[in-house]
């Protein structure tokens, strides 16, 4: 795994306005069905990581527990973020392969269809 290359393709993301941040937006993300990808970060609670983990399960959403809040946020030019949803396909799927492509959870159901 290139955590720079993933990070750089993250801050990308960002700019193109394809990524959301926070619990709420997060959230919200994963259950209108947006999300393609979530990340955690290592040092989220334990509370947060159990319910994003739960919820990608429920919608069979990628999840990846990835980097801290502060490298997470900085990557995307914000403050420390817990978590992040990417809305993108594209951006999605490369963060994947950056990610050693295996997710803790299933891939969201049109993603077997690209």
């Known amino acids: 795994m290139r955590p720079d290359r993933?990070?750089?393709l993250?801050?990308?993301a960002v700019k193109a306005g394809k990524v959301v941040s926070g619990e709420f937006s997060t959230e919200s993300s994963i259950k209108s069905?947006?999300?393609k990808l979530v990340i955690v970060t290592e040092d989220a609670s334990d509370n947060t990581r159990k319910k994003f983990q739960?919820?990608?399960k429920f919608?069979?959403?990628?999840f990846f527990?990835?980097?801290?809040k502060n490298t997470l946020g900085h990557a995307m030019g914000k403050q420390d973020r817990a978590c992040a949803a990417v809305e993108d396909r594209g951006f999605a799927t490369n963060?994947?392969?950056?990610?050693?492509g295996s997710a803790e959870y299933g891939k969201?159901?049109?993603h077997e269809a690209d």
């Open 6 to 8: 993933a990070l750089s």
């Open 108 to 110: 969201d159901s049109d």
């Open 54 to 56: 739960d919820k990608c």
């Open 33 to 35: 069905h947006k999300a």
């Open 65 to 68: 527990i990835y980097g801290t």
């Open 59 to 62: 919608y069979n959403v990628p």
């Open 95 to 100: 963060l994947e392969t950056l990610f050693g």
């Open 10 to 12: 993250l801050g990308l």
